[in-house]
């Protein structure tokens, strides 16, 4: 169908738009990653510790990643413009609401499960659609696509550190309640052109390859292969790693490399550039060198960082920025290589629910990560140690993903094609 118009063009070039617009959703989305600007001053605020200034931020992550599978099963039947803008509302509902909260518990319902039910709703909306509308070019479209949400913090961090210094007691309250407006609008706006193409449309000059035995399973079938349980402990492991790193990046920042607030919050900034370019470039990685070597490069990534940081100390300004620059380039990997090798190992008809599935990994990594990074902070005084278990982590990835993130062997099925 060459036909086909999308924002006045032919669907053609139209679609390309459809990538800055995914990028600006998950740009409103990824505002969570900057929730180590807002700990300390919760933390002055309401005489909270490490581990409790954590929560908020960990449910959120959990219910988003819970959510995710959710509506992988709904986005089909209420369509892809209805699910982004609910999934806005509910999160800017979360966000206004959080900023009336005086109690960690309060905070935990309104920004982690109410803010998280938002995210976990709209997050996947942009990656189904770019990918619908690119298959031809899915893993570095995706790639790009999700670079939104690891680049959030740097715009929203640096607001966040502005907007909290500018409205004292409890500036963290009025930022809340600034983002959650903001934002909302902003994905109400962009959901209004959220669609999938025509069920007949491809880009021109390009055939579908052959259909295979894997490509014609389902979401159970491919929950039954070893590739799968593999694919998601790897995205575990590689969630827990970055997830925690990002939520404790400001505070190590300023307790043991002994930068000022300030500099901490621009930091967070320049992580979550490297966050961000980490997507598409290991989107390209995982599709054109196989997702195995996108997982080890990551890994080798953060045993490498982990080195680094257990030699960091007061004024070690360089090693610490290198190291936290390749442990969140590698957790923006992950954020492509996941959903990039649900589409190469397993049926991409199926890529809303199937990555849905593959996300919960997300969850759980950001579950067990943060509550242990929070107490190890709490029983050992430092975030130190927390690299050892960094380090032993990444040798586990490594071990599990040459034996387990293999294709499943496939036979192409040309003859049925044929008939």
């Known amino acids: 169908m060459s036909h086909v118009k999308l924002f006045g063009l032919r669907a053609e070039q139209g679609r390309w738009f459809l990538i800055p617009l995914g990028i600006a959703v998950l740009l409103c989305l990824g505002t969570a990653y900057s929730w180590s600007i807002f700990r300390k001053p919760i933390e002055t605020s309401l ?26 099963y709904y986005i089909e039947r209420f369509g892809t413009r209805r699910v982004t803008a609910v999934g806005g509302v509910i ?25 998280g039910i938002g995210v976990g709703i709209t997050y996947g909306v942009p990656l189904a659609v770019t990918a619908k ?32 210094a500018a409205n004292p007691p409890d500036g963290w309250k009025a930022t809340l309640l600034i983002f959650g407006i903001a934002f909302s609008a902003i994905i109400l706006v962009i959901s209004t052109v959220m669609n999938y193409p025509p069920a007949d449309w491809q880009p021109s000059r390009w055939q579908p390859p052959f259909r295979t035995l894997a490509a014609t399973g389902d979401t159970m079938s491919m929950m039954q292969t070893r590739t799968f349980y593999g694919l998601w402990c790897c995205f575990i492991i590689g ?19 002994k930068l000022d607030a300030e500099t901490a919050a621009w930091s967070v900034s320049l992580f979550a550039v490297f966050n961000g370019l980490g997507r598409p470039f290991f989107g390209w990685v995982a599709d054109r060198f196989t997702p195995k070597n996108a997982a080890i490069v990551c890994y080798v990534l ?29 957790f923006g990997g992950w954020l492509a290589i996941a959903p990039t090798s649900t589409l190469i190992l397993f049926p991409s008809a199926d890529y809303a629910k199937n990555y849905g599935i593959v996300f919960t990994a997300f969850g759980a990594g950001a579950l067990l990560g943060t509550l242990t990074v929070g107490h190890i902070r709490d029983v050992f005084g430092s975030y130190t140690s927390f690299f050892y278990v960094t380090g032993v982590l990444a040798m586990v990835g490594i071990v599990i993903a040459v034996f ?5 062997l496939t036979v192409a099925v040309k003859l049925e094609l044929d008939k």
């Open 133 to 164: 509308w690119f298959p031809d070019k899915k893993g570095i479209v995706v790639g790009t696509t999700v670079i939104g949400f690891g680049l959030s913090p740097l715009v929203s961090a640096p607001l966040a550190r502005t907007l909290i």
């Open 47 to 72: 005489q909270v510790g490490a581990t409790q200034s954590l929560l908020p931020f960990t449910t959120l992550l959990v219910v988003f990643s819970i959510l995710m599978p959710i509506t992988g």
């Open 239 to 257: 969630t827990f790693i970055g997830l925690a790193a990002i939520g404790i990046a400001s505070p190590v920042g300023q307790e043991i490399v």
């Open 302 to 330: 953060v045993i490498i960082a982990s080195i680094m940081m257990l030699s960091v100390g007061k004024g070690s300004v360089a090693t610490y920025l290198i190291a936290f620059c390749l442990i969140t380039f590698s």
């Open 91 to 115: 999160m800017g509902v979360g966000y206004l609401t959080s900023s009336f909260a005086n109690s960690i518990p309060a905070l935990v319902f309104t920004y982690g499960v109410i803010a």
């Open 404 to 408: 387990s993130l293999k294709r499943n």
